[in-house]
């Protein structure tokens, strides 16, 4: 069993920062990528970021390519989501999600199996 928990969110101004964090923990021992999603009000939960545990490589979601920085640090199991030049589009929750199955399409929700119950992100104009 795996757990997740996220830390970070909040409010703030269009052109400001945040910094998200993601704290796992339980069995982690057979992840390959951990990732962000979120969902706006009204909205499908979509693909923000993702890194590969061991590898490192990250992948983007075009919206946030040049704005949002993923980051893990192994040895305390966290996940962070440095979050710059943030727009009111921007606003959501935000949720982590551990990959633990070998497979491709590592942007699809549906290949992560465990997931944190989300952080609130409000970006003002």
């Known amino acids: 069993q795996v757990q997740l928990a996220e830390s970070g969110g909040g409010l703030a101004q269009a052109g400001g920062s945040l910094r998200l964090s993601c704290v796992a923990s339980?069995?982690?021992?057979?992840?390959?990528?951990m990732g962000w999603f979120r969902q706006a009000p009204e909205k499908e939960r979509e693909f923000v970021t993702t890194?590969?545990?061991?590898?490192?490589?990250?992948y983007y979601a075009d919206s946030v390519k040049g704005r949002f920085t993923i980051s893990r640090d192994n040895a305390k199991n966290t996940l962070y989501l440095q979050m710059n030049n943030l727009k009111p589009e921007d606003t959501a929750v935000y949720y982590c999600?551990?990959?633990?199955?070998?497979?491709?399409?590592?942007?699809?929700?549906?290949?992560?199996?465990?997931w944190g119950p989300g952080t609130q992100v409000t970006v003002s104009s």
């Open positions: 890194i590969g545990w061991k590898s490192g490589t990250t």
């Open positions: 999600a551990m990959n633990r199955q070998v497979g491709s399409n590592i942007r699809s929700q549906n290949k992560y199996d465990d």
């Open positions: 339980g069995r982690t021992l057979s992840v390959y990528y």
